[in-house]
């Protein structure tokens, strides 16, 4: 582990992955080494003057009136195991165990987590998957309008936006609709902790607003991912007062550690602090590097860069998506040459699309790096005529509304993924990135979602819940094939019975 971490920072590679702030550089040039470099002697426990995570009065209730400011939030909590228990802690604070909530299909793992600790019964929504390049697209207003009318005993609705590719939902009349309705919407804004700073810096689009400037009542932030606090810190915003804070803090204290690392709270407020200071100046380079990059981007011959024109999508322009299929090598390859030869890392590879996550820490000469290597691999690949586009690979369809909840199957056995359809899939599936699973708990697993997985795996994709020699976990076939509708109707008549 050592050996591998310090040969990675000795080699000072270009990042465009997560953590946003890219390295001490950053830190550096905003005069804040004092605390990276005492680092392990900040790492302490709740010493008289540290203050309290889950009653904080003095240091940390300052960093979150801070963050409180900085996105005119109601109230915020800073978070230690990231953006995934603010999901896990919002979901749990407002719907009531048993209860409904109306759900995109593309959130994250720990959203369906949630579900399962909260015994909560979901109603997806499932985004659109953009044709022109396969990605998981923005879920729309209409569609959970009308999700909404069928369950008014839904209490909430939970969208993520941007999504790992920054594909943005238009989260004002998601607002507008669900509110109403009566309804709380929390918005998984993982991938946008930025927005609330960048919108501004692109006046004329390409940039969406914040979910905080948007209407949603939650909204949970990666700081990490894109802005400048340490990885596993993150934040959560109160944005409106139909939310009870008692039960949210409540439900922190319930799932976080009881050992949170000062470390990364001070990174939170190194974060605060120098959005503060420097927030703006960041913002403007980072909006005309980015601007830059697109504009010059338009050299590729073969590698399509998508969102180059912002009005087709509503995008977060930050998260930098090429489609290779043009090229005459595979995504891997290419990544393998980009890190090996120029030690430029991206964040994911999903079928033809690589994703370089730009952040809060990257300066010009990182996009001019890629921009160069880039165009140099297109030209040397058209040098060798004998070369040729290896086959593009087609992934089958996302795995559509199969689903057919049942109760999670209570002992699971080992199943090869090949031999599993028609059984009940007893752990999630979760092609990781991006993070959402192809299958959960409770549904039957069917031919489409084993083509999907079995399709991912030989593009060399990191699937979890599946073994390497192919194992799932699962229950038994399942017996109920019936379709959703005659389930449900079963369900309000099973129900009706115990009222009376
Ligand atoms: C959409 C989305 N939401 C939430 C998370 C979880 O965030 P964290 O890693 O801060 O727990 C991720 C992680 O990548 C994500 O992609």
Not at 349 to 364: A, D, K, L, Y
Not at 461 to 486: C, F, H, K, M, Y
Request: charged letters at 25%; one cysteine or more.
């Amino acid at each position: 582990m050592l050996d591998f971490l310090l040969k990675h920072a000795k080699e000072r590679p270009t990042s465009f992955h997560m953590p946003g702030h890219k390295g001490s550089e950053l830190f550096r040039r905003f005069g804040y080494q004092k605390f990276t470099s005492a680092l392990v002697d900040c790492d302490i426990t709740e010493i008289d003057g540290a203050d309290n995570l889950f009653q904080p009065e003095t240091i940390i209730r300052e960093i979150q009136e801070q963050y409180k400011g900085l996105y005119e939030s109601q109230k915020t909590y800073l978070l230690v195991n990231g953006a995934s228990v603010g999901i896990i802690a919002a979901i749990l604070s407002v719907v009531e165990p048993g209860g409904k909530l109306i759900l995109a299909r593309n959130c994250h793992k720990a959203a369906f987590n949630a579900l399962r600790l909260g015994n909560i019964t979901p109603v997806y929504i499932y985004p659109e998957i953009l044709e022109e390049c396969g990605l998981s697209g923005p879920v729309t207003a209409s569609q959970i309008q009308q999700l909404l009318l069928k369950n008014l005993d839904a209490k909430a609705v939970m969208v993520t936006s941007p999504n790992y590719y920054g594909i943005c939902s238009d989260i004002q009349e998601i607002a507008e609709v669900v509110h109403k309705l009566g309804k709380i919407l929390i918005v998984d804004q993982a991938h946008g902790a930025h927005l609330k700073f960048l919108h501004e810096k692109f006046p004329e689009g390409g940039m969406p607003k914040s979910a905080e400037d948007s209407g949603a009542d939650i909204v949970i932030n990666s700081t990490h991912k894109t802005l400048a606090s340490f990885t596993q810190s993150a934040i959560l915003n109160i944005c409106s007062d139909k939310i009870p804070l008692d039960i949210i803090e409540d439900r922190l204290q319930m799932l976080e550690t009881t050992s949170p690392s000062y470390m990364l709270m001070g990174s939170l407020a190194v974060n605060a602090s120098l959005l503060k200071k420097a927030g703006t100046e960041l913002m403007q380079d980072w909006a005309e590097n980015l601007n830059m990059f697109y504009d010059q981007s338009k050299v590729f011959e073969n590698i399509k860069v998508i969102g180059v024109r912002p009005e087709i999508l509503c995008l977060d322009r930050s998260k930098i998506n090429i489609d290779v299929s043009d090229l005459k090598i595979s995504p891997f390859e290419l990544v393998r040459i980009l890190e090996n030869r120029y030690s430029i890392y991206p964040e994911l590879v999903t079928g033809n699309i690589i994703m370089f996550m730009s952040g809060i820490g990257n300066v010009r000469k990182d996009y001019e790096n890629l921009l160069l290597a880039l165009h140099k691999i297109e030209k040397e690949l058209e040098d060798e005529p004998n070369r040729k586009v290896p086959p593009k690979k087609e992934l089958p369809p996302y795995p559509k509304e199969q689903k057919l909840l049942q109760p999670v199957p209570k002992n699971p056995q080992k199943v090869h993924l090949e031999e599993a359809e028609g059984r009940v899939c007893a752990a999630s599936i979760v092609p990781y990135p991006p993070g959402y699973p192809v299958v959960c708990p409770g549904e039957v697993i069917t031919a489409e979602v084993i083509a999907y997985v079995k399709a991912l795996r030989e593009n060399g994709e990191n699937v979890l819940g599946i073994s390497e020699d192919g194992l799932i976990q699962t229950g038994p076939r399942s017996e109920n094939q019936n379709s959703r509708a005659e389930i449900l109707s079963r369900i309000a008549e099973l129900k009706n019975s115990v009222k009376k």
